[in-house]
């Protein structure tokens, strides 16, 4: 009997084995046990059978010992387990995708109906005590250990139990679900780079403690195949530390992985892709609905796998990063012996799903809210906008017209949300081309409606990561050690509810199944951050600029990332890869802290500076023509127009010759819509990847900055910048070397600033210009370091500087009437409501929770009602949110609304068997309320969720009221204060930065003077908030191609130079530190009138004074025409004094200078050969100036006109291309149309040939019959 077994056993096990002999088996029949030792496994047959990727191959399998038990009285309840001592597999890396081996089909099983043996066969559990696998490529080897590996069946809620709850049956769709678990107790993973570039890198090495991997498979009763598969990954938290060599190690390893990986995927997922979609749905026969058959389809329904997904549940991952000696350490001295960056990521998710269709929704995917997040409708836009080109491409005919009576539909046909409809109806896009007044109907094409077929058939490969909260710890040093970690980038989850997570990214790949070359659109990156704290720390920026060029270098050497897009756009397509990219932070705040300086008794001086903005956006790709909004090209058009109104005259003051343009021909092409990318005519998936993705737009809607820590304000914020909307391009040469940037505000920018905010900014700007010195220095150090540059241009309308002064009436009480002050520079009477497009939000608004949602559109919901508002919670202190109240109310509200999950479908069903009844009776008895258990464990996991809501909540209802918690009256400071404000018009900045040498040239006119001698603190923030509504900003021409009058000579221009200079030696003669560096401020003021009281004047002198002593800045001045009223307002200090008489100053022609020793010189201008060159010396000759004007007028306009030369050149060279490709195809027709000719005279003489022959032929029999 044992000998019958072992040969049927030897019969079957010899296909997948070498070598099996009846020796290796040790057998027991009756007592349902074996043992089979030293298996060697048929590597090539396994390759496929396991169907592992076609970029990897199995070169060997072995196995020790292998033991199993069968208790064959229970093969319904209990396992078949089967125990593995020592298994050792072996890989290696294909180039190419490999083939399926031809032996490997005839061991393949043969599809048949599932039966028992196959639930006996499924329920199978495995033991292994190690595994160790090996892993070879060319760049590179690894070896994977782990220890303790299970494969057992788990009922739908994870815990062991009888075999038939560990399947579940559907009765309608005839499909069957099981529920495995793979674990490991430890796992370790080594892996070392062994290429040229990289032999002199460590070793990667990466330790793994207990796994548990939940395994959901979906199988087809019919024929046992498997339809779908959910595979959930979930390792304890990770720890991992790793060196800057090591990183650069991973990156080699991937780098080498990355091509086979890819080229084998595309094919095999395509192929898949096709399957699923042709494979047959078996329906079984309607039964009568009952109570037992209903509840098993429901519990199918929710355990279903819908769609083949994979994910990872991390619940926390640390990683250390530390640097090595050499081009990735700093030389700043607090960085020489190195530092170590933490980064904390917790509850982290990542999803994949592969063959998901276009035109499903994803309500199925499991913590997916899909109507909370806007990447849905940046989908379902980019994805009608594709299907409306694409049909404009390849069928621009006109949609026939019918005269057959159109049918009205019963029910007109639901859009589904990503802008796919899942039905090519022929009349779907044909209704807005009929005329409304003919009672003929339209029908679409045949070409129109293939299209519309292939367009159902779009498939998506979608990656989406979820973090709940990360934390970035400062650089800790050797000079830091002892000191607590300080978050350098944290999140702020009481602004959120508490299961919004803090990161949020989308990556979606377009395909269709099979071998199809169809248009497809572009792939498209998403990616939005809920609120965080982002610390400004010099030594972590320093610290990190030269970590990561040193490790990213790596991605570009190893050919893992494709190097950046050069060139102007109108050349070749882009070396980069075309991708569509969105990114949004939600309420960012950028927090710049006070240093060792600060003194705690002054009670003005603040602590910290937020700079913050209730949405920042960056992308590539531009929004519709149609939205009146920024990130369109006619915005860009705008802000260049802009840009060349307010630019001084080209080579006068504060421009030179030599100064760069910020205005790049980019821009220039990018918003007339001439720098498309050509993909030709023949029909490709990037047939449609036409429009440039090199130019980025950024918006912040809007920003502000509030000062806070102050004892006078309560520690609550202090406003520094009113809430301006800012919106900015850019465009990048050779890589990111050369970086063009153009930018513009709206509205009016209101400033306000005191004498210990002005020390804040002061030692901040000190710090910063230490931060970029080092920076720079670093940069130089890089191997690849070349002749950068950077230019910025910005535009701002209007600015208003208010310097908040000690009152001058210390005794005087505030009337608290609105009207008993004046308005500073605006005034009641100019009071108006700007233009929604202009207008940004005021202290009012954004202190009471609510954003205009003219400039800022966070989320489109409505606010919550006040009686569906949770009671605040009585601990809680209301004081550190007050600076992120704006824009709450919307925000919350609108994710509150995806909290609501659908309701489910019910499936009516039956059991039909006793089985099943049992089944169905302990699967409604352990069932839990979740579909699976291993995201249940790790939602549950996430700490802190109620409390995330209780804050968020009692934020959105104390903000709601401006009456309790504004700025004028939570801070209700009664001490009296005097304002001067100050304000600017018209201002043009420009920023350049190259070759060590940096300028920054300002422009502006207007200059005026308001001042107020005696106003209570909080009304005056009142009316610093009123300003912005106050301001409305001149109208532009409505002619976009009318080009824009010059602009005359600004009366305040400024030019800040500073130039880099050799670095000094040390005793050895080596360079050592910073290198030093001069500076230069040049200034001209022309045709002003100011006039100030004498009090404020003396005022604005003690303003300015500074608590350090700094080495003077060299500085030139030159003053034209400009009148000074001083008024004396101090009382006389004698009652016979005759009363104050004000003071006029008349400055006709000035010159001001500085040089390093700090001595003032005043003098009227030098007419020397040194001083007529430069830019700050008036010319006498009013003749000479109006020429240089027409000159310099003239030669803008020669060059505008030689840029729209080029542009015509190159549309004329793009027309002779297409005349010369007509020809050539119109001579092409003609050969084709003689060849046709010919051939048709070459067929008409065979035919008579053939015809002579039959003739012959007839003759000849005919003369053989004579015969």
């Avoid at 018009?985 to 107020?1012: F, P, W, Y």
Wanted: with cysteine.
């Amino acid at each position: 009997m044992v000998t019958i077994i072992k040969n049927q056993l030897l019969k079957h096990l010899s296909r997948y084995t070498k070598n099996l002999s009846p020796e290796q088996i040790n057998l027991s029949a009756l007592r349902g046990s074996g043992e089979l030792q030293d298996l060697t496994l048929d590597e090539d047959l396994l390759t496929d059978l396991l169907e592992l990727p076609g970029w990897v191959r199995l070169t060997s399998a072995k196995c020790n010992k292998a033991t199993f038990r069968i208790q064959w009285t229970k093969l319904k309840t209990v396992p078949i387990v089967l125990n593995l001592d020592e298994v050792h597999i072996a890989l290696e890396v294909c180039e190419e995708p490999r083939t399926m081996n031809p032996s490997a089909a005839s061991a393949m099983p043969i599809p048949g109906k599932y039966s028992y043996i196959h639930k006996v066969i499924d329920g199978i559990s495995v033991a292994v005590n190690q595994v160790q696998i090996d892993f070879n490529c060319d760049a590179f080897t690894s070896s994977v250990q782990i220890s303790r590996v299970t494969v057992e069946s788990r009922t739908p809620d994870g815990r062991k139990g009888d075999l038939r709850l560990t399947r579940m049956k559907s009765p309608d769709t005839g499909q069957l679900l099981i529920f495995k678990e793979l674990e490991w107790q430890s796992a370790r993973v080594e892996a070392k780079p062994h290429g040229v570039a990289d032999a002199g890198l460590p070793p990667l090495r990466l330790l793994l403690g207990n796994t548990h991997c939940r395994i959901v498979i979906k199988k087809r009763l019919a024929d046992c195949s498997v339809v779908g598969s959910r595979l959930v990954l979930r390792p304890e938290p990770v720890a991992w530390a790793l060196t800057d060599g090591q990183l650069r190690a991973a990156l080699a390893c991937a780098a080498a992985l990355a091509q086979p990986v890819r080229r084998a995927t595309a094919a095999a997922t395509r192929a898949k892709a096709l399957r699923k979609i042709e494979e047959p749905r078996e329906q079984i026969q309607s039964r009568p609905p009952t109570g037992d058959r209903d509840l098993l389809a429901r519990m199918f329904a929710k355990h279903d796998v819908r769609e083949t997904s994979y994910h990872l549940l991390a619940p926390r991952i640390d990683l250390h990063l530390c640097d090595d000696p050499g081009l990735g350490r700093s030389e700043k001295p607090s960085l020489s012996n190195g530092g170590a960056l933490q980064v904390t990521l917790v509850s982290m998710q990542a999803d994949l799903f592969p063959y998901h269709k276009a035109s499903n929704d994803r309500r199925h995917w499991r913590g997916y809210r899909e109507t909370a997040t806007p990447h849905s409708q940046w989908l379902s836009q980019a994805l009608s906008s594709f299907c409306g080109t694409l049909l404009e491409s390849l069928d621009p005919r006109p949609i026939v017209p019918s005269n057959k009576q159109a049918r009205q539909s019963d029910k007109p046909e639901e859009p589904v949300s990503n802008g796919i409809s899942p039905k090519p109806a022929a009349t779907q896009n044909s209704a807005s081309n009929a005329p409304s007044t003919n009672s003929t109907t339209s029908q679409a094409s045949p070409t129109r409606t293939r299209i519309l077929e292939q367009l159902g058939k779009l498939m998506t490969t979608c990656l989406v990561l979820r973090i709940d909260d990360f934390t970035v710890n400062k650089v800790s040093t050797g000079f830091r050690s002892r000191e607590a970690p300080r978050p350098l980038v944290a999140a702020e989850k009481a602004t959120l509810p508490g299961d919004a997570g803090l990161l949020h990214a989308e990556f979606t790949f377009f395909y269709y199944p099979g071998d199809v070359c169809f248009p497809v659109p572009a792939p498209k990156l998403y990616v939005q951050v809920s609120p965080v704290r982002v610390s400004v720390d010099a030594g972590s920026v320093v610290w990190l600029a030269a970590f990561a060029p040193h490790v990213g270098r790596a991605l570009l050497t190893d050919g893992l990332v494709p190097p950046p897009a050069s060139g102007p756009a109108s050349g070749p397509a882009p070396v980069g890869p075309y991708l569509d990219v969105r990114m949004e932070a939600i309420m960012p705040k950028l927090v710049l802290e006070a240093g060792s300086e600060h003194v705690p008794a002054q009670r003005d001086r603040p602590r910290e500076l937020h700079l913050c903005t209730a949405r920042a956006t960056l992308t590539n790709v531009r929004d519709s023509p149609r939205a009146n909004t920024a990130g369109t090209r006619a915005d860009l058009a705008s802000i260049l127009a802009a840009l060349r109104r307010a630019a001084p005259p080209r080579g006068q003051f504060p421009a030179s010759a030599d100064d760069l343009d910020p205005i790049h021909d980019q821009f220039v092409l990018h918003a007339d819509n001439l720098d498309d990318i050509d993909r030709g005519s023949a029909i490709s998936s990037e047939m449609l990847w036409r429009e440039n993705r090199a130019v980025w737009c950024v918006r912040v809607e809007p920003m502000w900055a509030d000062f806070c820590g102050a004892r006078a304000t309560n520690y609550k914020p202090a406003p520094l910048l009113d809430a301006t909307p800012l919106t900015a391009w850019m465009c990048f040469e050779e890589g990111f070397s050369r970086i063009y940037v153009v930018a513009r505000t709206c509205g009016l920018a209101g400033l306000q600033l005191n004498h210990y905010q002005m020390l804040f900014l002061m030692r901040q700007l000190e710090r910063i210009s230490e931060m970029m010195s080092w920076l720079a220095h670093d940069a130089a150090r890089q191997p690849d370091a070349d002749a950068g540059s950077i230019v910025v241009g910005v535009v701002v309308p209007a600015v208003e500087l208010t310097l908040v002064l000690p009152s001058n009436c210390p005794g005087q009480e505030s009337s608290r009437d609105l009207d008993s002050v004046p308005l500073d520079s605006s005034s009641l009477q100019d009071m108006k409501m700007g233009s929604e497009a202009t207008m940004a939000p005021s202290v009012i608004d954004r202190d009471s929770g609510v954003l205009a949602t003219t400039s800022v559109e966070v989320f489109s919901a409505q606010p919550l009602p006040a009686e569906e508002m949770p009671p605040p919670s009585p601990g809680l202190n209301f004081a550190g949110l007050s600076s992120m109240r704006r824009g709450l109310t919307s925000l919350v509200s609108s994710l509150d609304g995806a909290l609501r999950d659908d309701a489910r479908s019910d499936a009516a069903s039956t059991a039909s068997s006793d089985e099943e009844r049992y089944v169905l009776v302990g699967l409604a008895a352990e069932s839990p309320d979740d579909a699976d258990v291993a995201f249940r464990e790790f939602e549950q996991g996430r700490g802190g969720a109620s409390s995330g809501v209780e804050v968020a909540a009692e934020v959105v209802e104390r903000s709601s009221s401006p009456s309790d918690h504004s700025l004028t009256s939570s801070c209700r400071r009664r001490d009296l204060i005097s304002t001067c404000t100050w304000r600017l018009n018209n201002i043009h900045v420009v920023h350049q930065s190259v070759n060590g040498k940096s300028c920054m040239r300002l422009a502006a006119d207007d200059l005026r003077t308001d001042e107020c001698s005696s106003i209570p603190w909080d009304e005056f923030q009142h009316k610093f908030a009123m300003r912005a509504r106050a301001f409305s900003e001149p109208r532009e021409s409505a002619d976009p191609c009318e080009e824009p009058a010059p602009r005359d000579a600004p009366r305040i221009a400024a030019r800040l130079l500073r130039t880099e200079l050799p670095r000094q030696l040390d005793h050895k003669g080596e360079p050592t530190g910073l290198a030093p560096f001069e500076e230069l401020l040049e200034a001209r003021v022309r045709d002003l009138s100011i006039a100030l009281n004498m009090s404020t004047a003396l005022a604005l002198a003690e303003f300015i004074e500074d608590e350090v002593i700094v080495p003077p800045m060299p500085l030139e001045v030159l003053i034209d025409n400009v009148k000074l009223h001083l008024i004396e307002d101090r009382l006389t200090r004698s009652i016979s004094s005759p009363p104050p008489q004000p003071l006029d100053i008349d400055l006709t022609t000035l010159r001001l200078t500085r040089d390093n020793a700090g001595v003032v010189r005043l003098g009227p201008p030098i007419s020397t050969p040194s001083t007529i060159a430069s830019p700050a010396t008036p010319q006498p000759q009013p003749e000479l100036d109006e020429a240089r004007e027409k000159i310099d007028r003239l030669s803008r306009e020669n060059e505008e006109l030689r840029k729209r030369l080029g542009t015509l050149a190159r549309i004329a060279e793009d027309n002779r291309e297409l005349r010369a490709k007509l020809e050539e195809a119109s001579m092409l027709r003609s050969c084709v149309h003689a060849a046709q000719q010919e051939a048709a005279s070459l067929l008409a003489d065979k035919q008579q040939l053939l015809d002579a022959m039959r003739v012959m032929q007839e003759q000849l029999s005919g003369c053989r019959g004579k015969r």
